[in-house]
Nanobody, 125 residues
């Protein structure tokens, strides 16, 4: 059973930075994607980006491109997102999700099968 656990959320002032971690276990496929999503109360869920297991290639949504950076540590079975230049509009619960059996991560927003519990990121004014 695939399990994902997010951590690292918290309260940060505008312009600040946070790093979120996603610990992944139970994956069995050779290729998979790890997506990062966020959802604010009353707002639709949006994908902020993803990273592939095959070559570490990444995709970023326009709203976070240039500010968020994904990385992975395969030895620790952990994926990270470094979030810089945070604004109040970045306030949301952030989730990581896994989709097994794909080579590239881009284009699978509606197909992720396994999800973490989420971690709250609050950017205060």
């Amino acid at each position: 059973q695939v399990q994902l656990v997010e951590s690292g959320g918290g309260l940060v002032q505008p312009g600040g930075s946070l790093r979120l971690s996603c610990a992944v276990s139970g994956l069995t496929k050779d290729y998979y994607a790890i997506g990062w999503f966020r959802q604010a109360p009353g707002k639709e869920r949006e994908e902020v980006g993803c990273i592939s297991s095959s070559d570490g290639s990444t995709w970023y949504a326009a709203s976070v491109k240039g500010r968020f950076i994904f990385s992975r540590d395969n030895a620790k079975n952990t994926v990270y997102v470094r979030m810089n230049s945070l604004t109040p509009e970045d306030t949301a619960v952030y989730y990581c999700a896994a989709l097994e059996g794909v080579y590239l991560c881009s284009g699978y927003e509606g197909f992720y099968d396994d999800w973490g519990q989420g971690t709250q990121v609050t950017v205060s004014s």
